[in-house]
C-alpha cells in the first residue's frame, strides 16, 4: 500500500515539494523523490542548493519554507528528480561571531556531512577547477547492494593476523601488474596474493573521501606535487574516496568498494577501516569552508573561549567528538559502514581525542568511546584505539576500553625495536611484550586481543629502513627533515642506507627475520606493513604522508628479488595459524589444571629454568606448554623460542619436555634459506636434544612434538 | 535510451540502444517487466548499449531477480568491453551470463535447461 504523504504540498519555481522526514540526516531517495534533512542548531536559514553534475552554477535554489523545520533540522522532499544526474548542496545563514563560536556565510555552498557520495576529486590527481564554488560535491546514491548471502566475518580477534596498507600505495607502482592500478578494483586483483602470503585481514588507511590537493606543493628535491597521499583529513565520513576506485569518473565508488569487500570476505579476508574522527580538512581559522564550520561551526569543532579552533590533532581544528550531536554523528556513520559495506573493524586515529570533553580535557568515562563500546550494529566490529593524541595525552594499557576496545600497542614497537638493535635492560619489558603485555592489559576483559602489536605500520620505518638507517632522510618531504619521528629505535647494521656490502646485506635480512619471528610468536594480536614482507624500501623516510611516488608505492619486483624475506614471513604466518598455543588470549596464570606439570610459558636462558633477568642480558628464551592452548581447551605442540640478541653465539640449554616429544627446529635465522625455516611437517629433527647453539643476533624457534 | 523488443526463435531479445542510466532506468524497468512472465527466456542485446550508470545495472539486476522468480531464463549479449569492465568492477557481473553475439546467447539460452 501507497503513504499517503509521498504527494507534493507545494510548489516552488516549478519544484513539486512537500516537507520531509527528519530522519535519517542525509539526502535519501524516496518513492517519487529525495528526502533532505540537515541540522543546525544555530543557523536561523537554509536553502537547498541543486546543481547538473559537474556544472559549475546551480540550476535551482529552494528556500526551506519555515514549516518544514522540525526543531533544528531542516528537511524537505523534492519531487521529480534525476538523482544520479545532480549534486546538492545548503546555503546556511546565520550569525558571523567568533566570539561566539559562529562563522555563518550564507553566501558559500556546503557539503552535506552525511554525504554518501561525494564528487569533485572523481579522478585520483586530476587537477580540479579552483575556481569552482563548490569544490566537494554532495551526490545522492543508492545504498542497497547485491551481497548475496555476504556478511562480515567475525574472526575471532586472537586468530587475526592483520596487514595495514594504502589502496593506492599497494597496486599504483608499474610492477604490480593489476589492470587498475592503485584502486579498489586493484586490491581485489591482488587477493590471491593476499590468500597466499596467508594475512585474513586487511587494515586500509583512510579510505573516507579526503582531497589529495589539500597543501599540495612542489618537492624541492624532484620538484614534482606533495599530496595529501596518506588521507588523514576527512572531507566527508560517510562516502569512499572516489580517486580510490576504478570506477570514480563514473561515480561508481559505493558498489566498487562493495564488491572488493565482498570477494575479500569470500576468501576468508576481513576488512578494517582506518578511521579518522579527530579533525576535518578544513583546518584553521584561515581554511577553506567545505562543511561543518558553515553548518554549524560551534557544534562541530572543540573552540577556544575566544572562538579560535583547539589542534589537539596537530591539523589546525579538533572535532567536537562529545558533543552529543557529533557524537551522533559519528554513531551514525560507523553504523552505516557497518551495515552498508559490511566492515569487519574500525582503527581509530589519535583515538585519545575521542575522550576528551567539550573543553579538550580528557574524561574518565568518555560517552562516545562508551557508546561504541555498547553499541549493538557495531556489536561484533573489532575496536582498536591508536591511544594517544597530538595534545599530549598518551593513553596507551590506559584508554578506558569496556573489554570491547583493542590498542594499537606502541611499547611493544619500542620495546622490540630497542632490544633488536641489542640494547639492554630490556628482558622485564621484553617478557611482558611477549605474553601480549599484561603489564598493560591484565585488567582487561579481552586479555592478550587487547594488544594489537607491530613493530611497523605507516607511521614511521618499513621494515627494512629499520635495519638500513640510523637516522629518518625526509628531505622530499621539503621540511628540511624537521618532520617525522625522530625515535626511530632503528640501527643500519653499519652503512646508511643501500649497500652492496654482503655481510650488512645478511645482517639486515637476518634483522628482519629476527622482527618477524618476534612479532609472529608474540602473545596478542600481529600486524605486518604491507609491503615488509618483500623488504620494501622508503629510501629512509620515515614520514611518506606526501609522497604520492615510487617512495611509497610498493614495488612488486621486491618480491622476486627478496624471495627469502617473502618466503618466511609466508611460513611465519603458517607457523602461527597452526599453533593455536600462540593465540591463547588469556594471561598466564599459576595453575595447572591440565596436571600436565608445565606452566603455560615458562621463561629461559642460556640455562634451561634460569633465564637472565639481568640489565645486561641480551638473550632470553620461553617455552609455550602445548596442553594449554586454548586456555587448556586444546592440545598443540610445546614451542620454544631462544632470542639471542647479542653479538656473539650462544649456547642454549632445552628446558626438558614429555618423553615421548622430541624437538625439531621450525626457525633458525642464523642459517641461510631453505633452512632459516620449514613448513609443518617437515620441521627439521635435532640430534641433541638438551641444547642448541643460537648464532650471533639471531632467533630459533623449535618445536616438542612426538617423533614422526 | 531506445529500446526495442524483438522474438528470435521463441526468446525474447531486448536492445538495449544509448545509455542506461538515472533518466532512463525507470521506463526501462517497466518496459522490461512486461516481458517478464512465467518461463521466459530474455537475451538482452547491449551491441548499441554505450554506458550503463549505477542505476542501469540496477535495471539489469532487479530483472535478473525478476525473471528467476518467474522461473525463466536470461542472458546479455555484445557487452563492449568497457561495459564488461565496469560491471566486473562493481560486483554486476555474476547476474547474467554474457556472450560475444546474440546468436551465441540465443544459443546458449535454449541450451540452459
Not at chain 1, 588507511?205 to 583529513?233: A, C, I, Q, T
Amino acid at each position: 500500500m501507497e503513504r499517503i504523504d509521498t504527494y507534493p504540498t507545494q510548489k516552488y519555481k516549478g519544484f513539486n515539494l512537500r516537507p520531509g522526514r527528519p530522519i535519517p540526516f542525509g539526502a535519501t531517495i524516496i518513492p517519487g523523490g529525495i528526502n533532505f534533512s540537515i541540522f543546525s542548531s544555530h543557523a536561523t536559514g537554509c536553502e537547498l542548493v541543486l546543481f547538473k553534475k559537474r556544472e559549475p552554477r546551480p540550476f535551482a535554489t529552494i528556500p526551506f519554507p519555515d514549516a518544514f523545520r522540525i526543531g533544528n533540522v531542516f528537511t524537505m522532499i523534492v519531487f521529480d528528480l534525476d538523482y544520479e544526474n545532480i549534486e546538492y548542496g545548503y546555503h546556511m545563514d546565520g550569525p558571523f561571531d567568533l566570539q561566539q563560536g559562529h562563522r555563518f556565510d550564507k553566501h558559500k555552498v556546503l557539503m552535506d556531512p552525511y554525504a554518501k557520495v561525494i564528487g569533485g576529486r572523481d579522478v585520483w590527481g586530476e587537477e580540479p577547477d579552483w575556481d569552482d564554488i563548490y569544490q566537494h560535491r554532495a551526490r545522492i546514491v543508492f545504498d542497497d547492494f547485491d551481497w548475496q548471502g555476504d556478511k562480515p566475518l567475525e574472526v575471532p580477534m586472537e586468530d587475526l593476523i592483520i596487514y595495514e596498507m594504502h589502496v593506492r600505495g599497494f597496486t599504483c607502482h608499474r610492477s604490480s601488474g593489476v589492470k587498475h592500478p592503485g584502486t579498489f578494483a586493484g586490491i581485489r586483483e591482488k587477493i590471491p596474493y593476499l590468500k597466499k602470503l596467508g594475512v585474513n585481514c586487511i587494515e586500509i588507511m583512510p579510505v573516507h573521501e579526503f582531497d589529495e590537493f589539500e597543501n599540495s606543493r612542489p618537492s624541492p628535491v624532484s620538484g614534482e606535487k606533495l599530496m595529501n597521499y596518506w588521507g588523514y583529513s576527512n572531507v566527508g565520513f560517510f562516502a569512499p574516496k572516489a580517486g580510490y576506485a576504478a570506477t570514480g569518473r563514473f561515480g561508481m565508488q559505493v558498489d566498487e568498494l562493495k564488491a572488493t569487500i565482498k570477494d575479500l570476505h569470500r576468501n576468508g579476508i576481513e576488512v578494517i577501516l582506518d578511521v579518522v574522527f579527530n579533525h576535518t580538512a578544513e583546518g584553521n581559522e584561515d581554511g577553506p569552508y567545505i562543511s561543518y564550520r558553515g553548518v554549524d561551526n560551534k557544534t562541530y569543532y572543540i573552540l577556544t573561549p575566544d572562538g579560535y579552533f583547539y589542534n589537539f590533532s596537530g591539523c589546525g581544528n579538533t572535532l567536537n567528538c562529545n558533543n552529543p550531536i557529533v557524537r551522533g554523528m559519528i554513531l551514525d556513520c560507523l553504523r552505516y559502514w557497518a551495515s552498508a559495506y559490511h566492515i569487519d573493524g574500525f582503527r581509530f586515529d589519535l583515538a585519545s581525542i575521542l575522550g576528551r570533553d567539550q573543553n579538550g580535557a580528557p574524561m574518565n568515562s568518555p560517552p562516545l568511546i562508551e557508546s561504541l563500546a555498547f553499541d549493538p550494529i557495531l556489536g561484533k566490529c573489532k575496536l582498536i584505539a591508536e591511544a594517544w593524541d597530538a595534545g599530549g595525552l598518551y593513553q596507551v594499557g590506559s584508554f578506558p576500553g569496556w573489554g570491547r576496545w583493542a590498542e594499537w600497542n606502541g611499547k611493544y614497537r619500542d620495546d622490540i625495536r630497542k632490544f633488536l638493535k641489542g640494547e639492554v635492560g630490556l628482558l622485564g619489558a621484553m617478557g611482558q611484550r611477549i605474553q601480549g603485555s599484561p603489564d598493560l592489559y591484565r585488567w582487561h576483559e579481552s586479555g592478550a586481543c587487547t594488544s594489537v602489536n607491530f613493530i611497523t605500520c605507516h607511521d614511521g620505518f618499513t621494515l627494512k629502513d629499520l635495519v638500513s638507517y640510523n637516522g629518518k632522510h625526509n628531505e622530499a618531504n621539503g621540511e628540511d627533515n624537521r618532520d617525522g619521528n625522530n625515535d626511530n629505535d632503528s640501527w643500519n647494521c653499519g652503512w646508511e642506507g643501500e649497500t652492496e656490502d654482503v655481510e650488512i646485506n645478511r645482517l639486515r635480512r637476518k634483522q628482519m627475520k629476527n622482527a618477524i619471528s618476534i612479532l609472529l610468536v608474540s602473545r596478542g594480536v600481529p600486524m605486518l606493513l604491507s609491503g615488509d614482507e618483500m623488504g620494501n624500501t622508503q629510501f629512509g623516510n620515515n614520514n611518506a604522508y606526501c609522497q604520492d611516488n615510487e617512495i611509497s608505492w610498493l614495488d612488486w619486483d621486491n618480491q622476486k628479488k627478496n624471495k627469502e624475506i617473502f618466503n618466511f614471513v609466508k611460513g611465519m604466518i603458517a607457523f602461527r595459524k597452526s599453533h593455536s598455543v600462540l593465540r591463547n588470549k588469556t594471561y598466564f596464570q599459576d595453575r595447572d589444571p591440565e596436571d600436565c606439570g608445565y606452566p603455560e610459558i615458562s621463561w629461559h636462558g642460556i640455562k634451561a629454568w634460569d633465564a637472565d633477568w639481568s640489565d645486561s642480558s641480551r638473550t632470553i628464551a620461553f617455552m609455550f606448554c602445548g596442553k594449554k592452548a586454548k586456555q587448556g581447551k586444546s592440545n598443540d605442540d610445546f614451542i620454544y623460542t631462544a632470542i639471542n640478541m647479542d653479538w656473539n653465539m650462544h649456547s642454549f640449554e632445552l628446558p626438558a619436555i614429555p618423553e615421548q616429544l622430541k624437538w625439531y627446529v621450525v626457525v633458525n635465522t642464523d642459517v641461510e634459506p631453505p633452512e632459516d625455516i620449514w613448513c609443518a611437517g617437515e620441521e627439521k629433527a635435532i640430534e641433541n636434544q638438551f641444547e642448541v647453539l643460537v648464532g650471533p643476533r639471531s632467533v630459533m624457534v623449535l618445536i616438542g612434538k612426538k617423533l614422526k | 535510451m531506445e529500446l526495442k523488443v524483438d522474438k528470435q526463435n521463441n526468446v525474447t531479445v531486448i536492445e538495449i540502444a544509448g545509455d542506461l542510466d538515472g533518466a532512463s532506468a525507470e521506463t526501462a524497468q517497466n518496459e522490461i517487466s512486461k516481458h517478464i512472465i512465467s518461463d521466459c527466456s530474455l537475451v538482452f542485446n547491449m551491441e548499441k548499449c554505450t554506458f550503463i550508470s549505477s542505476a542501469g545495472l540496477r535495471v539489469l539486476l532487479m530483472s535478473a531477480k525478476h525473471i528467476k522468480r518467474e522461473n525463466g531464463k536470461g542472458a546479455l549479449s555484445g557487452l563492449s568491453s568497457d561495459i564488461k569492465d565496469v560491471m566486473e568492477m562493481t560486483g554486476f557481473d555474476h547476474i547474467f551470463n554474457n556472450y560475444d553475439s546474440l546468436s551465441k546467447a540465443i544459443d546458449a539460452i535454449k541450451k540452459e535447461k
